[in-house]
């Protein structure tokens, strides 16, 4: 690396809701979702981030909102590398007209194929990096909750994304074993929007839904009975219309997703080497990423697994915390990267 290189280094977190960029120094700089909004008819990219969000359900006929990311990896290839090259420059906007493009260190699930792998590589030179290297969304996750994982002892974290839910077992610098399933934020997001169609022929949209888990919703049993008001579009007479749901109806219609992320971390532990296992019996699971913010679903997975489940200090910002932090291993990345535990993915 070149004498002012190191300063300039990156660490992004591409994640499937949002984006966030580490900058060494100075801390995560960037914070928007990962969401682009793209003229039909010239192709020209019309908002990115914050911006295009909020055109979510509100565009005319010739603008569309994009999620390039889909399920952790990159579903529009040509628009993540526009999107990724708007955060990197927002970024870098203090930085010298003459300085040098940046390393960046840019995480990835842990499930992710070499072809994906080798697609965020690409979008990320072509967005302006000099180099770019990925790391693997739980070990950044592990790195960003303060975990020891350069030591001779088992940590497990469990990182609630938008798209994925990363579990890993991490010792000595590396991923044990790990699982990777393709349900978590988006997944809860879709079950609110897919009850409330069903039960009461009404459409809502990803934001509302968004707001309902939050303000209401829960994993497990929910212990009260909430109560919110939602408006949506009536399906069977195409008029605005306003309904009132309960945080127990909620809690009914994420049991499912709920369940395949329990699931995930449960067949972590059972693959599990004996002397990890009993380590994390002792320090606990750790959870991060959005996802870790539904109520009660430390207490779930606890009762579940029979394991103290904390949640982590700085959830929605653990992984590009790592990812940050991680640049200052970025010659161990150069020859052995971590990415090389692929689980299966479900």
Avoid at 21 to 39: D, L, Q, T, W
Wanted: charged content about 25%; hydrophobic content about 40%.
């Amino acid at each position: 690396m070149g004498k002012f290189s190191f300063s300039q280094d990156l660490g992004i977190d591409l994640g499937t809701a949002n984006t966030l960029v580490f900058v060494k120094g100075k801390g995560i700089v960037v914070r928007e979702p990962s969401v682009v909004a793209k003229n039909n008819e010239t192709g020209e990219v019309e908002a990115v981030g914050s911006s295009a969000r909020n055109m979510i359900g509100r565009t005319p006929g010739n603008i569309t909102v994009i999620r390039p990311m889909k399920d952790g990896v990159i579903a529009d290839y040509d628009t993540t590398a526009v999107m990724m090259k708007y955060y990197i420059k927002k970024a870098m906007r203090n930085r010298s007209f003459f300085a040098k493009k940046p390393d960046v260190m840019v995480c990835v699930p842990s499930g992710i194929t070499m072809v994906e792998e080798r697609a965020v590589i690409d979008a990320t030179k072509q967005a302006g990096a000099k180099d770019a290297f990925p790391i693997a969304e739980p070990f950044a996750a592990a790195i960003g909750a303060g975990l020891p994982v350069w030591e001779p002892t088992g940590s497990m974290i469990v990182d609630i994304g938008g798209g994925t839910t990363e579990v890993a077992v991490i010792s000595l610098g590396g991923i044990v074993t790990s699982r990777s399933i393709r349900k978590a934020g988006d997944n809860l997001d879709e079950a609110i929007i897919n009850y409330i169609r069903k039960q009461y022929s009404l459409m809502i949209g990803e934001r509302s839904a968004e707001s309902i888990k939050l303000d209401i919703g829960t994993a497990g049993e929910a212990a009260g009975d909430e109560e919110m008001d939602i408006r949506g579009r009536d399906l069977l007479t195409g008029l605005p219309k306003t309904i009132t749901i309960t945080s127990k109806e909620i809690a009914a219609s994420l049991n499912d997703t709920v369940e395949a992320i329990v699931e995930a971390v449960k067949n972590t532990l059972e693959k599990t080497p004996p002397e990890l296992a009993a380590d994390i019996m002792d320090r606990g699971i750790v959870l991060s990423g959005g996802g870790s913010l539904l109520k009660n679903i430390d207490q779930v997975i606890s009762d579940e697994t029979k394991i103290p489940v904390f949640i982590t200090e700085n959830p929605l910002e653990s992984v590009a915390i790592g990812t940050g932090k991680s640049i200052e291993y970025i010659r161990h990345f150069r020859s052995n990267s971590n990415v090389s535990s692929r689980p299966t993915v479900e």
